[in-house]
């Protein structure tokens, strides 16, 4: 693909594979346009992974998004270490 993939583009191209693999009529061209649509449904966010799902009460969550701060904190202190001149 040439230039920068979005993924409205990589959407665009998915939807043009099945449009032409549903045409072939066959079980091979409709297992890839079922495959591709899978792929674009995933890619824009419509269908979630039973590996993705997660339930945390809410003391699980807040300790879980302080973890996630105190990360962010320590990637931040790290990049401006590494960008000071030497």
Do not use: H, W, Y
């Not at 409205?8 to 072939?24: N, Q, R, W």
């Not at 969550?61 to 990049?79: D, F, M, P």
Request: hydrophobic share 45%.
């Amino acid at each position: 693909m040439p230039g920068r993939s979005t993924a409205a583009s990589i959407t665009a191209d998915l939807i043009s594979i099945a449009d032409k693999s549903e045409k072939l009529g066959c079980a091979d061209g409709l297992s890839v346009a079922r495959q591709t649509l899978m792929d674009v449904a995933k890619l824009n966010g419509l269908v979630v992974e039973k590996s993705e799902v997660f339930i945390r009460s809410p003391e699980e969550r807040a300790a879980r998004l302080a973890e996630l701060k105190l990360e962010r904190e320590r990637i931040a202190a790290v990049i401006v270490v590494r960008r000071r001149p030497s």
